[in-house]
C-alpha cells in the first residue's frame, strides 16, 4: 500500500494527525530515548500511547514495550501493548499477509487484510495477440515501482474505474506458450471494449486464483484452457455479485 493509500486509510478513521517520517540514515540512527523525547513527546505530549506486542524502535531496535513503559512512568503518560491476532493457529501480520500474496493466496490474504488486495495501475497497450484469440488483454504496470505482486499464474480479478466494477481475468507471467520471457501481467474484461481503458489508472483487486501458468503445446490449446478460466470465472462472479 503506498503512502497516500496509507493516509486515506487514516483519515477514514478519524485520526486528528498524522506525522510522516521518510525513513533515512540519519533517522535510522536515533535512539529509542531520543526518538521518544525529541519527536513523541515534543510533538504530541501524549497521555496514553498504543503499541503491537512485537513492536520495536530506534537504532539497533532498542526500543521495546518494557522500555516504553519505563519511559511513560517518567514522562506521564500510559502504554497499551496489544496482543497477537490470530485465526486458529495462524497468526495474522503484515509479514504473513505479504507471503501469502507472494504465494498467490490473493483470498487468503484479502481475508487477512480485511479489504481485497489490489493495487493502482496504468492501463497500457499490449501485444494484440490476445485480440487475436478472441480473448482481447490489455497490459497493466503498476503505478508504484515497488509494488508487491502476486505469485504467477491466473487470475479472477476486479477492475475498478470511474466507480465502475470491471470484472475478469488476468495472466501474471511471461506467457511461456509463445517462448517469451520478459514478465507481463495483462487482464481480460469480460466487458471486451478496451478502447476506453488505455492510459488511464485503474485499481485491480484480484480476487481468487484460477491456476499456475502453463505452457500449451500451440495457441489453439491455450485458446480452449482460456473458455474454461473463463467459465470458472463466471461462475465465481456469482458469490461477488
Not at 512485537?54 to 531496535?61: I, K, N, P, T, Y
Not at 481475468?169 to 509463445?178: A, D, E, K, Q, S
Amino acid at each position: 500500500m503506498d503512502i497516500n493509500k496509507k493516509l486515506e486509510l487514516l483519515d477514514s478513521f478519524g485520526l486528528d494527525a498524522v506525522l510522516v517520517i521518510p525513513f533515512n540514515r540519519k533517522f535510522s540512527n536515533i535512539s529509542a530515548f531520543d526518538f521518544l523525547s525529541d519527536i513523541i513527546v515534543k510533538k504530541f505530549k501524549p497521555s496514553h500511547v498504543i503499541i503491537g506486542y512485537d513492536h520495536h524502535f530506534g537504532h539497533h531496535r532498542g526500543g521495546s514495550s518494557k522500555f516504553l513503559k519505563s519511559f511513560g512512568l517518567k514522562n506521564g503518560f500510559k502504554v497499551e501493548v496489544v496482543g497477537p491476532i490470530s485465526d486458529e493457529d495462524v497468526i495474522i501480520s503484515s509479514t504473513h499477509i505479504r507471503e501469502l500474496i507472494k504465494s498467490g493466496y490473493v483470498r487468503r490474504a484479502s481475508f487477512e487484510l480485511g479489504w481485497v488486495y489490489g493495487f493502482e495501475a496504468k492501463v497500457v497497450h499490449g501485444s494484440g495477440r490476445g485480440k487475436n484469440m478472441n480473448f482481447p488483454t490489455a497490459n497493466f504496470i503498476p503505478v508504484n515501482n515497488n509494488q508487491l505482486i502476486p505469485a504467477h499464474g491466473v487470475y479472477f480479478t476486479r477492475g475498478r474505474i470511474n466507480g465502475n466494477n470491471l470484472y475478469g481475468m488476468c495472466n501474471l507471467g511471461i506467457r511461456p506458450t509463445f517462448s517469451e520471457k520478459e514478465f507481463v501481467m495483462e487482464v481480460n474484461f469480460f466487458q471486451n471494449n478496451l478502447d476506453g481503458f488505455y492510459n488511464n489508472i485503474i485499481t485491480v483487486e484480484f480476487l481468487e486464483r484460477i491456476r499456475d501458468e502453463q505452457k500449451f503445446s500451440n495457441p489453439q490449446a491455450l485458446v480452449k484452457q482460456l473458455i474454461i478460466d473463463k467459465k470458472t470465472c463466471l461462475d465465481l462472479l456469482k458469490k461477488y455479485n
